[in-house]
């Protein structure tokens, strides 16, 4: 039940979170999760491989971590996140 409440909070924050017209996630040969979440504007969800969904603003991205912002869900929080412990990252493309 509590992954149903999680993935119903997830589709509602996408549903109401603002994104850029035209958003676009591309995937070259070479591109890791790094300069995939490098190449993003705006808000993502990066699902980790514990199962937990993030979404936020991308803020910096390094080797070895990211910094996501205005968590949705969690106000006036960030996260520090591995990008080892990164499984996917998910972007909303188009408006409804």
Same mark, same amino acid.
């Given at each position: ?8 909070? *997830? ?15 591309? *995937? ?69």
């Amino acid at each position: 039940m509590n992954k149903t409440v999680h993935a119903l909070l *997830v589709a509602a924050t996408f549903a109401l979170s603002p994104v850029a017209h035209g958003a676009e996630l591309r *995937v070259a040969e070479n591109d890791t999760v790094e300069s995939v979440l490098k190449a993003q504007k705006g808000r993502v969800t990066v699902r980790l491989r514990s199962g937990q969904e993030l979404s936020g603003t991308v803020r910096t991205v390094t080797g070895k971590m990211l910094h996501l912002g205005a968590l949705s869900g969690r106000e006036f929080f960030d996260a520090a996140i591995p990008i080892a412990s990164i499984e996917a990252v998910i972007v909303r493309t188009r408006e409804q």
